[in-house]
């Protein structure tokens, strides 16, 4: 008897949904682990630092290993090590093993993008790509939107272990899905058209891509542009509850609801911008419009005080926003990859989420040490409204390209 077959947009958006999943796991518990674990914010963020250190170290040489060996063989390996990091933490929850785990986990993690994008990219027709974008990042912010609740509800009516055990079995569930046959069949030489990559791009014949594609102008504002994203809707995610209980006064069940609804709608806005990233070239004013708008509404969260249910819509809010400007700026990504270099070009400019991961939870628990608790979301807005200046330089900068190149292609059809 055959095994029953899935298709490749629901396999590796159940791994995209893990891989949120898992990163939103110590976030999550963040108010319950100081006590558990005897230490501060700042060495809780330390420790989300070291996840973000290794996968910076290690996703790029990991998006040639996927261009390499194959996208689905490593996505298979980081889903199981991803996994083994939180069974650790749940067989013996330490602060040193907190910080094995960290390493093991952001090892795996390192794996998701580059493998993810290179199996779209070489299975989901052009046409469609920034629906099938908005499909697979709907479902990471989906994985990291129900870990809140779920894990802070095991952690209540079980323990902290439990909660671990919990993140260790939708890693388990995930592998599941992947090792079902796919349906269907890649495009013959995969989805991509000359007319979707980047004039300029560092290609090499037979499809190899130096490292000097990391090096490439486009390749390195994108980079800082995902640092910057980074930077910014972590300050909310990872540390607005800790901010709203101690410095707002808000109730932990608010400030939660306040954060799901954060998460929930960023996952929903993503779907609106897969919309918007298929019926626009202009990724670039997208991506600015939203962030502009997102930051004005944080603004008016650190300023003004709100009875819980104005916070919640409010972040709701201001997640949707986040949201939208995802399929944009993978679509960005994607143009600019080499034909066949999809995994090295997301590996590379994935590594500035890991960067801005690194910097900013110690940045953001030092903040909350010294009881700067509006510093949280002023360093949000400080961050969206860079990410706001980058996007629309880079958009400006990508016209100029296309005028440029008109007249050649005009010369070349004469």
């Not at 290993?65 to 013996?92: N, P, Q, T």
């Not at 037979?206 to 490292?211: K, L």
């Not at 590594?351 to 002023?378: A, K, S, Y």
Request: with cysteine.
């Amino acid at each position: 008897m055959s095994r029953p077959s899935i298709g490749l947009l629901p396999q590796v958006s159940a791994a995209h949904l893990v891989s949120h999943f898992h990163i939103m796991v110590i976030p999550a518990l963040l108010p319950l682990l100081p006590a558990r674990l005897g230490v501060g914010f700042v060495e809780l963020g330390f420790a989300l630092s070291v996840f973000n250190v290794v996968s910076t170290l290690v996703q790029a040489p990991l998006g040639f290993a996927v261009d390499r060996y194959g996208a689905r063989r490593m996505l298979l390996c980081a889903l199981g090590l991803g996994s083994a990091s939180f069974l650790l933490l749940a067989i013996a929850p330490s602060y040193a093993l907190l910080l094995v785990a960290m390493v093991l986990a952001g090892v795996a993690n390192g794996v998701y993008h580059p493998a993810d994008y290179a199996l779209l990219s070489k299975g989901i027709p052009s046409e469609t790509m920034g629906r099938a974008f908005s499909i697979h990042t709907f479902a990471g912010y989906l994985g990291g939107a129900i870990a809140p609740a779920l894990l802070l509800t095991v952690a209540a009516v079980a323990s902290i272990e439990g909660a671990f055990l919990v993140a260790t079995l939708v890693g388990a569930l995930a592998i599941l899905v992947m090792w079902m046959p796919t349906s269907g069949a890649p495009l013959p030489g995969g989805a991509r058209t000359a007319a979707t990559t980047t004039p300029g791009a560092a290609a090499r014949p037979g499809g190899g891509v130096s490292w000097t594609l990391a090096f490439t102008p486009m390749i390195m504002i994108l980079t800082l542009l995902f640092v910057l994203l980074s930077l910014s809707v972590g300050a909310i995610d990872k540390f607005s509850v800790s901010a709203l209980v101690q410095g707002f006064g808000v109730p932990l069940s608010w400030a939660n609801t306040g954060l799901t609804a954060f998460l929930f709608a960023s996952a929903f806005g993503v779907l609106a911008g897969g919309l918007l990233a298929d019926r626009t070239q202009h990724h670039g004013f997208v991506a600015a419009g939203a962030f502009a708008a997102a930051a004005v509404v944080i603004a008016v969260i650190a300023t003004v005080p709100l009875a819980g249910g104005a916070l919640v819509v409010l972040l709701g809010l201001a997640g949707f926003l986040t949201g939208v400007i995802a399929p944009s700026r993978d679509m960005l990504v994607r143009a600019a990859a080499p034909a066949g270099a999809e995994g090295k070009t997301f590996g590379i400019v994935m590594t500035g989420f890991n960067i801005g991961g690194t910097v900013g939870p110690v940045m953001f628990g030092w903040l909350l040490d010294r009881g700067m608790f509006e510093g949280i979301f002023w360093a949000a807005v400080i961050f969206m409204s860079l990410t706001v200046i980058l996007t629309l330089g880079q958009e400006w900068w990508m016209q100029s390209r296309r005028r440029a190149a008109l007249p050649a292609q005009a010369g070349s059809r004469a």
